[in-house]
């Protein structure tokens, strides 16, 4: 699989990754033997990098994953930390971010994590000096090696890679948030940042295969978290309402190429946006992990292509997330 280099941590990553929420929770459930399978059929895909949080499962993921890299060493694992808390940002101090690592490097079985991202803190920790003089000090300790963000917002992004030290941005990128590719992108570039494409299907729904009848488990965000009851509504189906997701994704369906299904289509559509260094879409089975990973070797969309989804994410999406994220 192709690789790129990820950012400011000077490291490559496969161009596909693997996103492990639903390793550890909010998904429904899934199984130790579940998650091993989908990790293994990950990397014989060719997938090096691994994104996970402290709080997937209160750690579940980041265990799954240690246990993991045990066997297979040399496997890229980036996590998050800050949600352990109240999302004060006087909570976003050197001693938490020393605990929240020491945990995650007990939890991933590691001296030194590959990465550390802040996960979506609040607006104004994205501007505050004391804040990276911390991550700093845990880059010269040899805690961590790099450190990034992850973001709600086109501004967050943009403020956090004016830092000299951040390493990349994670941001919600897919044919249905289009936002990042108007400043976002073109600014990471310049300033050699990563860019992590995550939520890359809308929760699921670019996949294709929802109908506006679809039902979830009761402990799946998609359910608990529709309307943004339990965090931000941009998470969960990239902000979209459900109804007009499915309309949407159906239209999206028909674009995708004879080779290749709508969930392949979206993630092609992400890995040849100039900027974008790795996209995280999660899987929960092998079959799952192994599609994901196949988008990588589909030929790039050709203009047409681009243009049809340029118009459908402006015809149904624009006005309901285009101002917001």
Excluded at 49 to 63: L, Q
Excluded at 263 to 282: D, E, H, K, M, N
Aim: net charge negative; proline share 5%.
């Amino acid at each position: 699989m192709e690789q790129r280099t990820l950012g400011r941590t000077g490291r490559d990553v496969s161009v596909v990754g693997l996103g492990t929420w639903q390793l550890g929770a909010d998904w429904g459930t899934v199984g130790e033997d579940e998650a091993r399978a989908v990790l293994d059929a990950a990397v014989e895909a060719g997938v090096t990098f691994f994104d996970t949080a402290d709080v997937y499962g209160d750690g579940r993921s980041e265990k799954f994953i240690g246990a993991y890299l045990r066997e297979h060493p040399g496997i890229f694992v980036a996590t998050k930390m800050g949600r352990r808390a109240s999302l004060d940002p006087a909570n976003y101090t050197l001693d938490n971010f020393r605990a929240w690592t020491d945990r995650s490097r007990e939890n991933l079985g590691v001296d030194t994590l590959d990465l550390v991202q802040l996960h979506c803190p609040p607006t104004p920790v994205y501007a505050m000096d004391p804040v990276y003089d911390a991550l700093d000090t845990l880059v010269a300790q040899r805690c961590i090696a790099a450190y990034g963000v992850s973001v709600e917002t086109c501004d967050e992004a943009l403020t956090a890679i004016a830092r000299p030290g951040v390493a990349s941005v994670q941001i919600i990128l897919n044919p249905f948030r289009r936002k990042p590719l108007e400043r976002v992108l073109p600014a990471a570039a310049e300033a050699g940042v990563g860019i992590i494409a995550r939520v890359p299907l809308a929760s699921g729904l670019l996949s294709g295969r929802y109908t506006k009848d679809t039902v979830f488990a009761a402990d799946d965000h998609r359910t608990f978290n529709r309307h943004g009851e339990a965090f931000d509504q941009g998470e969960t189906f990239a902000g979209v309402d459900f109804a007009t997701g499915v309309e949407a994704a159906a239209e999206f369906a028909g674009l995708a190429p004879s080779e290749a299904t709508s969930a392949q289509t979206a993630l092609r559509w992400i890995i040849q946006q100039p900027g974008v260094t790795s996209v995280i879409p999660g899987a929960r089975s092998p079959e799952q992990a192994r599609a994901n990973a196949a988008a990588a070797g589909l030929a790039p969309l050709p203009e047409a292509t681009l243009e049809a989804v340029r118009d459908l994410y402006d015809r149904r999406i624009r006005a309901q997330v285009h101002d917001r994220w």
